[in-house]
């Protein structure tokens, strides 16, 4: 069974331009989240969605970040505008199927922001 | 609110040798507990994790970690490690009356194998 994808691996951009992530789920799975994981620290949750309605979103940063799933698959991630504290890895997940209880991450997506 | 604290930033051990990643959770519920290890730019891979049942776990590559509720700790351990174990290592929890709930993890303790 294919993974969590996400794409692109790496991104370095300047404050206050725009950039967005993707993620591509293992298939069937309901459950999507992104997380934040800054240097030296662990993840931390940003957004979680169940099919395409998102579930919690206390921990994203509203003014500047936005995320959508709208065909409950694919998940986007969007940033603008960025500033240097953005810089992080942003992995996504999913969780469902017969493995209830765990969550499949991705690669991540390793933004720098100058 | 769960937190998750792992009391070691950094351990170096040498080839061979027994090490042990220590993890201590706060928590007002019942918690699922979880080990995941990171290797350099790569995405996180689940260790084991406890749902219920015995309290020692028993995962990949040779690891294991016990459940100590009395102590609110989950220690990962192998007795013998390899060069290839050198990764940084999360604890983390979730809500065990919920299958949904996320992920809450510890800072990460980078695990440095020496030959």
């Known amino acids: 069974e294919a993974g969590v994808a996400q794409s692109p691996r790496y991104k370095i951009i300047e404050k206050r331009q725009s950039v967005a992530f993707w993620c591509n789920p293992i298939?069937?799975?309901?459950?999507l989240y992104w997380y934040q994981q800054i240097l030296g620290q662990g993840p931390k949750l940003l957004i979680q969605?169940?099919?395409?309605?998102?579930?919690?979103d206390s921990q994203l940063p509203k003014d500047r970040f936005s995320a959508e799933r709208l065909k409950g698959v694919d998940s986007t991630l969007k940033i603008q505008p960025a500033k240097l504290e953005d810089s992080a890895v942003y992995l996504c997940?999913?969780?469902?199927?017969?493995?209830?209880?765990?969550?499949?991450f991705g690669p991540g997506t390793r933004l720098t922001v100058l | 609110a769960q937190s998750v604290t792992q009391l070691d930033s950094q351990v170096p051990v040498f080839e061979e040798a027994p090490v042990e990643l220590r993890c201590n959770y706060s928590?007002?519920?019942?918690?699922?507990l979880f080990w995941y290890v990171q290797y350099p730019n790569q995405g996180l891979q689940l260790l084991l994790k406890?749902?219920?049942?015995?309290?020692l776990v028993k995962g990949i590559n040779g690891f294991e970690a016990e459940f100590n509720k009395s102590q609110t700790s989950f220690h990962l351990r192998k007795p013998s490690v390899h060069i290839s174990d050198t990764a940084e290592y999360f604890c983390?929890?979730?809500?065990?009356?919920?299958?949904?709930?996320?992920?809450?993890f510890g800072k990460g303790t980078r695990l440095s194998v020496i030959a």
């Open positions: 997940a999913s969780r469902g199927g017969l493995a209830v209880n765990e969550q499949f």
């Open positions: 298939s069937g799975h309901a459950t």
């Open positions: 969605f169940q099919n395409n309605g998102v579930v919690d």
């Open positions: 928590s007002s519920v019942s918690v699922y």
């Open positions: 406890y749902l219920s049942g015995s309290t």
């Open positions: 983390a929890v979730s809500l065990s009356n919920s299958g949904n709930t996320p992920l809450v």
